[in-house]
């Protein structure tokens, strides 16, 4: 499932990063690849907050609906 379904607070497993090889790049810059834990934190007006490796980083709904926990 997407991870803008996944509820807050709870730690979900990243399964597969959708999208260009451009998009997939830099989200794992960013920390979201295959296998990392991830939490929503808060969302707001189309903003996500998100834990990933001990960082929260916000991305909008759209970047964070490219990623499958």
């Known amino acids: 499932m997407p991870l803008t379904f996944a509820p807050m607070g709870e730690e979900r497993e990243i399964i597969k990063i959708n999208g260009r090889d451009t998009v997939q790049k830099h989200l794992a810059n960013l920390g979201f690849v295959s296998?990392?834990?991830?939490?929503?934190?808060?969302?707001?007006?189309?903003?996500?907050?998100?834990?990933?490796?001990?960082?929260?980083?916000?991305?909008?709904?759209?970047?964070?609906?490219?990623?499958?926990?």
């Open 35 to 69: 296998g990392a834990l991830v939490t929503v934190i808060s969302e707001l007006n189309g903003n996500m907050i998100l834990k990933v490796r001990e960082t929260r980083i916000a991305l909008d709904k759209a970047m964070a609906g490219r990623i499958l926990v």
